[in-house]
């Protein structure tokens, strides 16, 4: 049984960082393509930084230089470190893993099929 479970959102101000975390089971965890998510109020769910098994990383262009994409094997946990963060990072935030993402397809949300419950940052 595939489970995901995010913590460390927030509220913080505007310049401030947060770091976010998503504990994975039920995969060998080596083998899993991973991914950072988000959603704002009233918007579509965007993908912002995914990690592949192979070490590879891809972001989205508002979030490159700001944020950071990692994972600890030996814990099975996917982190997000945001730092600089603004008013627009507010949002409901999303860990998703799959074993068969596309390449050139990170970010896209219909390449994960498993998707943790989410973590609200809030930024002001």
């Known amino acids: 049984h595939v489970q995901l479970v995010e913590s460390g959102g927030g509220s913080v101000q505007a310049g401030g960082s947060l770091r976010l975390s998503c504990a994975i089971s039920?995969?060998?965890?080596?083998?899993?393509?991973m991914a950072w998510f988000r959603q704002a109020y009233g918007k579509k769910r965007e993908g912002i930084a995914a990690l592949d098994s192979g070490g590879s990383t891809a972001y989205k262009e508002s979030v490159k230089g700001r944020f950071t994409i990692s994972k600890d094997n030996a814990k099975n946990t996917l982190y997000l470190q945001m730092n600089s963060l603004k008013v627009e990072d507010t949002a409901m935030y999303y860990c998703?893993?799959?074993?068969?993402?596309?390449?050139?397809?990170?970010?896209?949300?219909?390449?994960?099929?498993?998707w943790g419950q989410g973590t609200q940052v809030t930024v002001s």
């Open positions: 039920g995969y060998m965890y080596g083998d899993v393509d």
């Open positions: 998703a893993a799959d074993r068969l993402v596309r390449t050139g397809r990170e970010l896209k949300v219909d390449e994960y099929s498993r």
